[in-house]
Structure formats: structure tokens, C-alpha cells
């Protein structure tokens, strides 16, 4: 339990996120399923995090993996039943972990009983539960806005003889929460798995709710980098102002805190993709207790990485969030593993740990991707097997999430432990090399020294309520400080390959601490690092 009670149990939690289609597999089919996570929550338990995130398992056709709902109070038959989610939730509680459920309420399936209704006519009761437009006197779309998945965010839909916005895939039908009725359903299915005993919700695309009711056409980017979109996407070209992060949206986010506050110790972690401007949304989204708890931004999940990144990008969230809590993450199941992501494949062994490491020492709570305890890298799918929707439209610059989404090895068999049947994706040899199996039997394995990680954190409050302060230090070190109950923790991370030295000497006094696994030294005021080293000590 951290420091802040009860109720503020997710303030410093450590998160571990289960894509469920890839966590464990019960029945065969090559799907992991909800039995197969609750068999499998003794090893989440044993890492030491405080809460899951589960991605989605509702009703849904999976053109997108299960982020195209079709029921938002159902699972579907391809993870199993209700029955199974609360046989997941007894043992997680049991267990003293927290489950947190991924929600998906910009958009539903086009094969969601309310979408069936709505494209009926113009004048049923659910005609406007969804973004209709007329097109332009030449047929053409409403006005420019894209789709982040590819073309036009417009479908013509020949029922209704309108166009429909889709922010994702033409099946993914962007819901109008301009509509009252709209945003009372989306709540009343909040309310459904919070009676059901669910801890919290991870929101995707938190700020995609609501969109510009004139249609207005996005300006161009200035600036065509964004942490959460490759470069040869086009979306990359507009300013999305008026088809994301309205103003409106604050006011579906006071009333669901609103709702979550009649369940205390319930918490919300939001995703937010919007480009350059993550950090600014995610301090407004956070500030003044009444809308999200957490937030997390792609400032993280970007392909930079150097020390001089890091600090530069929570220097600027610290510096413009004054009560809010941020939620980081370095991989999840939209981007490519960090181990391969920024060049670490052939140091695995040694740049993992210290990730984590550096993960679980920033001001916030970690979120650490199923399989990032192992330091598994990105798999190379060849293109006949890729999954991915969004891999399929811009193949080869960019093969889609599928890399990141492979199933978890639990040892070194042909289904890698995950399935007895043919796994949905394949399992590199590389991957089943840092099965679970493999690792458990080794005292330094990185599955074991992460355990020693999570497990020590607990012991140090000012890793999980302090504030944050930066040291100056040369590349690739970086310097940080942790300040809790009148205690100050020095953490320096050595994120390159080469021995580094810091100099402590500003500090009065610097005491060591031990147990979290690193052999960095400490020679008068001089701080010896090898390469992906970590120290930590009182200061």
C-alpha cells in the first residue's frame, strides 16, 4: 500500500499490462483468454506490481484485436464469459492485485446495436448517436480531417446516403458525444463493471470524445513529427484542432470522475495521442481532482531516446502539471518494444533491468508491457502473417503493432508454453530463449533482478509519493532525485555502454542504498557506474 491511503492506493502503483489475445491460452484455439490470465496470476503476483491492465476482451468482431466493441457489457466467447471475469477478478483481489479494464468509448464497432440502428434512417431514435455528415455538393467528403489508420476519416455509408467519421478503421464509427443519450450510455457501461468490481479503467484515446460541430476543415502541421504516428502517415501533415481534444471534453471527464467518486479506491489512467501537445493535455486532463487520475502521453513511447530527451520532456511535465499524476510507460502494445526500439537487442540482459529501473524512479506510476521483465525485443513478422490492420496500409516503412503484440513465452516449447494449439502469432526462437521457464532458474536473470526491483521499491516511499528534481550530467548519464517525509533519494541511471563516473560532490553526504541489484560504487564523492548501471543513495 503506498503512502497515501487507501483510496489513493494507484498514486505510485506499479501497473503490468496484459494483452489478453497474447498473455496465456487455456482452451487451444491459439487465443489467450481470461482462464488463462487467472491461471496465470501467481507469476503476476510474484513480480511485485499493485495492479493490471487488461486491454480489451469485450464483444467484438477484432478487426482491431478487440478495440472495435460491439457489447461494452459482455466478454466475448473468444476470451470466455462473465463467469470467467470474475473468477479473474476473486483471484486477483485474493492475490492483492488491482484490475484495471481498457475502455473504448470514442468509437464502437460498425456491428454494435447502436451503429445497426443509427444507419437505418435519419430519423430513428439513434440517428444521431454517431458523427453523420452530408458531403459536399460534389459528393465528396464533409471536410478534410484523416484517419489516423489511413485515407479519409469519412465513410459514405449508402443507407443514409451520408458520410460517417471514423477516426480508426471505416468499422470503428466514431460516436456523437454531443448527444446526451450517448455520453448516459458510455456511463451506465462504466457503471456496469464498477458494480462488478473492477478497480479502474484505462480510457483509449481519452481525447478523441468529442469533434468540432461546424466540421471545420485542420489547418497544416508546422510541425510533422508526432511520438505516437509514423513519419509516413499523413495525418503527420494536419493540426488536429478540431477533430480531437475539444474543449468539451473536460466536461465528460468531470462528469465521469464524478461517477467514479461514488466508488472510492476506483481510479482512471488516460490515453492521450496528441502529438507534440501529449504533456499539455495530460497536465489539463489531471488538474483539480476532478477529472482523470493519470494520464500518459507517446513522449516516452517515441523512437528518442538519450538522457538529455528524458529530462528535457518531464522537465516540461513537471513544470506545467502542479497537482496532476502522470502514468509512464517505454512500451505497450501500440509501439515497438523498447529493447528494439532503441537499439538495445544485443545488450538485453544488461539494458533491461536498468530500463526498469529508470522506469520506476520517475514521479508517477509505471506501467511495465507483459514481456518487459523477460527484455523482449521487437519479432519481425513477415508480411503473409501480420494481423495488424494498420501494419497491412503501410507496409514495409511501417509493419504495424503485431511485432510488439507476440505471445508471452512461458518456456521453450513450440507453443512456448503460451497454447498447445498453432499461437495466433508467431513466437521467435529468440523469444522463447528468455521464456519465463529459462529465466526463473537463473538467481540474475532479468526476470529475477525485475522482481528484486519491484519488490525494493516498496520498501523506499520517496519512490513512490516524492517529488522529482534533476542534476546536471553529462550524456549518457542522467541524475535525479526522489524527496519524501524529509528524506532525499539520489538515483543516476548510466544509459550507455560504456563505464561512466558521476560527481557527487555537490552533495553534504551521500549513504548507499542496497537491494535493488546494481553494482555501481560509490568512492569518496565520486559515483563509479558500469555500463547500464544504476545507483541509488540518501542524500
Same mark, same amino acid.
Given at each position: 500500500?503506498?503512502?497515501?491511503?487507501?483510496?489513493?492506493?494507484?498514486?505510485?502503483?506499479?501497473?503490468?499490462?496484459?494483452?489478453?489475445?497474447?498473455?496465456?491460452?487455456?482452451?487451444?484455439?491459439?487465443?489467450?483468454?481470461?482462464?488463462?490470465?487467472?491461471?496465470?496470476?501467481?507469476?503476476?503476483?510474484?513480480?511485485?506490481?499493485?495492479?493490471?491492465?487488461?486491454?480489451?476482451?469485450?464483444?467484438?468482431?477484432?478487426?482491431?484485436?478487440?478495440?472495435?466493441?460491439?457489447?461494452?457489457?459482455?466478454?466475448?466467447?473468444?476470451?470466455?464469459?462473465?463467469?470467467?471475469?470474475?473468477?479473474?477478478?476473486?483471484?486477483?483481489?485474493?492475490?492483492?492485485?488491482?484490475?484495471?479494464?481498457?475502455?473504448?468509448?470514442?468509437?464502437?464497432?460498425?456491428?454494435?446495436?447502436?451503429? =445497426?440502428?443509427?444507419?437505418?434512417?435519419?430519423?430513428?431514435?439513434?440517428?444521431?448517436?454517431?458523427?453523420?455528415?452530408?458531403?459536399?455538393?460534389?459528393?465528396?467528403?464533409?471536410?478534410?480531417?484523416?484517419?489516423?489508420?489511413?485515407?479519409?476519416?469519412?465513410?459514405?455509408?449508402?443507407?443514409?446516403?451520408?458520410?460517417?467519421?471514423?477516426?480508426?478503421?471505416?468499422?470503428?464509427?466514431?460516436?456523437?458525444?454531443?448527444?446526451?443519450?450517448?455520453?448516459?450510455?458510455?456511463?451506465?457501461?462504466?457503471?456496469?463493471?464498477?458494480?462488478?468490481?473492477?478497480?479502474?479503467?484505462?480510457?483509449?484515446?481519452?481525447?478523441?470524445?468529442?469533434?468540432?460541430?461546424?466540421?471545420?476543415?485542420?489547418?497544416?502541421?508546422?510541425?510533422?513529427?508526432?511520438?505516437?504516428?509514423?513519419?509516413?502517415?499523413?495525418?503527420?501533415?494536419?493540426?488536429?484542432?478540431?477533430?480531437?481534444?475539444?474543449?468539451?471534453?473536460?466536461?465528460?471527464?468531470?462528469?465521469?470522475?464524478?461517477?467514479?467518486?461514488?466508488?472510492?479506491?476506483? %481510479?482512471?489512467?488516460?490515453?492521450?495521442?496528441?502529438?507534440?501537445?501529449?504533456?499539455?493535455?495530460?497536465?489539463?486532463?489531471?488538474?483539480?481532482?476532478?477529472?482523470?487520475?493519470?494520464?500518459?502521453?507517446?513522449?516516452?513511447?517515441?523512437?528518442?531516446?538519450?538522457?538529455?530527451?528524458?529530462?528535457?520532456?518531464?522537465?516540461?511535465?513537471?513544470?506545467?502539471?502542479?497537482?496532476?499524476?502522470?502514468?509512464?510507460?517505454?512500451?505497450?502494445?501500440?509501439?515497438?518494444?523498447?529493447?528494439?526500439?532503441?537499439?538495445?537487442?544485443?545488450?538485453?540482459?544488461?539494458?533491461?533491468?536498468?530500463?526498469?529501473?529508470?522506469?520506476?524512479?520517475?514521479?508517477?506510476?509505471?506501467?511495465?508491457?507483459?514481456?518487459?521483465?523477460?527484455?523482449?525485443?521487437?519479432?519481425?513478422?513477415?508480411?503473409?502473417?501480420?494481423?495488424?490492420?494498420?501494419?497491412?496500409?503501410?507496409?514495409?516503412?511501417? !509493419?504495424?503493432?503485431?511485432?510488439?503484440? %507476440?505471445?508471452?513465452?512461458?518456456?521453450?516449447?513450440?507453443?512456448?508454453?503460451?497454447?498447445?494449439?498453432?499461437?495466433?502469432?508467431?513466437?521467435?526462437?529468440?523469444?522463447?530463449?528468455?521464456?519465463?521457464?529459462?529465466?526463473? !532458474?537463473?538467481?540474475?536473470?532479468?526476470?529475477?533482478?525485475?522482481?528484486?526491483?519491484?519488490?525494493?521499491?516498496? =520498501?523506499?516511499?520517496?519512490?513512490?509519493?516524492?517529488?522529482? !528534481?534533476?542534476?546536471?550530467?553529462?550524456?549518457?548519464?542522467?541524475?535525479?532525485?526522489?524527496?519524501?517525509?524529509?528524506?532525499?533519494?539520489?538515483?543516476?541511471?548510466?544509459?550507455?555502454? =560504456?563505464?561512466?563516473?558521476?560527481?557527487?560532490?555537490?552533495?553534504?553526504?551521500?549513504?548507499?542504498?542496497?537491494?535493488?541489484?546494481?553494482?555501481?560504487?560509490?568512492?569518496?564523492?565520486?559515483?563509479?557506474?558500469?555500463?547500464?548501471?544504476?545507483?541509488?543513495?540518501?542524500?
Amino acid at each position: 500500500m503506498t503512502q497515501s491511503g487507501v483510496n489513493d492506493w494507484w498514486r505510485g502503483a506499479v501497473l503490468y499490462q496484459i494483452y489478453p489475445r497474447s498473455f496465456a491460452d487455456s482452451n487451444g484455439d491459439g487465443l489467450g483468454d481470461l482462464p488463462g490470465i487467472t491461471a496465470k496470476l501467481d507469476y503476476v503476483a510474484s513480480l511485485g506490481i499493485d495492479a493490471i491492465w487488461i486491454s480489451p476482451f469485450f464483444r467484438s468482431p477484432m478487426k482491431d484485436m478487440g478495440y472495435d466493441v460491439s457489447d461494452y457489457c459482455d466478454v466475448d466467447p473468444s476470451f470466455g464469459s462473465l463467469a470467467d471475469f470474475d473468477a479473474l477478478i476473486a483471484r486477483a483481489h485474493a492475490l492483492g492485485v488491482k484490475i484495471i479494464i481498457d475502455l473504448v468509448l470514442s468509437h464502437t464497432s460498425d456491428q454494435h446495436p447502436w451503429f =445497426t440502428e443509427s444507419r437505418k434512417n435519419k430519423s430513428n431514435p439513434r440517428a444521431d448517436w454517431y458523427v453523420w455528415a452530408e458531403s459536399k455538393p460534389d459528393g465528396s467528403p464533409p471536410n478534410n480531417w484523416l484517419s489516423i489508420f489511413g485515407g479519409s476519416a469519412w465513410a459514405w455509408d449508402p443507407r443514409r446516403r451520408q458520410y460517417y467519421l471514423h477516426n480508426f478503421l471505416t468499422e470503428q464509427p466514431d460516436l456523437n458525444f454531443h448527444n446526451s443519450d450517448v455520453r448516459k450510455a458510455l456511463l451506465d457501461a462504466v457503471t456496469f463493471w464498477l458494480r462488478r468490481g473492477v478497480d479502474g479503467f484505462r480510457l483509449d484515446t481519452v481525447n478523441f470524445y468529442f469533434h468540432d460541430q461546424l466540421l471545420r476543415d485542420n489547418p497544416p502541421a508546422a510541425n510533422r513529427e508526432a511520438p505516437d504516428v509514423p513519419a509516413s502517415n499523413p495525418y503527420t501533415y494536419q493540426n488536429h484542432i478540431y477533430d480531437k481534444t475539444r474543449p468539451e471534453n473536460l466536461g465528460f471527464l468531470r462528469d465521469l470522475r464524478a461517477l467514479l467518486n461514488r466508488y472510492p479506491g476506483k %481510479t482512471t489512467v488516460g490515453e492521450v495521442g496528441a502529438g507534440e501537445r501529449g504533456l499539455e493535455v495530460m497536465a489539463e486532463y489531471t488538474a483539480g481532482g476532478d477529472k482523470l487520475h493519470m494520464c500518459y502521453a507517446f513522449d516516452l513511447l517515441s523512437d528518442k531516446f538519450s538522457a538529455r530527451y528524458i529530462r528535457a520532456r518531464l522537465e516540461v511535465y513537471e513544470t506545467i502539471v502542479s497537482e496532476g499524476w502522470g502514468c509512464w510507460a517505454f512500451s505497450n502494445h501500440d509501439v515497438m518494444r523498447s529493447i528494439s526500439r532503441w537499439g538495445f537487442e544485443d545488450v538485453a540482459d544488461q539494458a533491461a533491468p536498468l530500463l526498469l529501473a529508470l522506469q520506476i524512479s520517475l514521479r508517477g506510476s509505471p506501467c511495465i508491457y507483459e514481456g518487459e521483465e523477460l527484455g523482449l525485443g521487437e519479432a519481425d513478422i513477415p508480411y503473409e502473417e501480420i494481423q495488424d490492420p494498420y501494419g497491412k496500409t503501410f507496409w514495409p516503412d511501417f !509493419k504495424g503493432r503485431d511485432g510488439c503484440r %507476440t505471445p508471452m513465452p512461458w518456456d521453450s516449447s513450440s507453443g512456448a508454453g503460451f497454447s498447445t494449439g498453432k499461437p495466433w502469432l508467431p513466437i521467435p526462437d529468440a523469444q522463447r530463449a528468455r521464456s519465463v521457464a529459462a529465466q526463473e !532458474k537463473a538467481p540474475n536473470s532479468t526476470l529475477n533482478r525485475a522482481r528484486r526491483l519491484f519488490h525494493w521499491r516498496k =520498501t523506499i516511499p520517496a519512490l513512490i509519493n516524492g517529488e522529482m !528534481k534533476f542534476y546536471d550530467s553529462s550524456q549518457p548519464l542522467l541524475a535525479l532525485s526522489r524527496s519524501h517525509d524529509g528524506r532525499t533519494l539520489l538515483c543516476v541511471f548510466n544509459l550507455g555502454r =560504456t563505464a561512466q563516473t558521476f560527481d557527487a560532490s555537490v552533495f553534504a553526504r551521500v549513504e548507499p542504498v542496497f537491494g535493488h541489484g546494481f553494482n555501481s560504487t560509490l568512492n569518496g564523492k565520486a559515483i563509479a557506474l558500469p555500463p547500464f548501471a544504476a545507483f541509488f543513495g540518501w542524500i
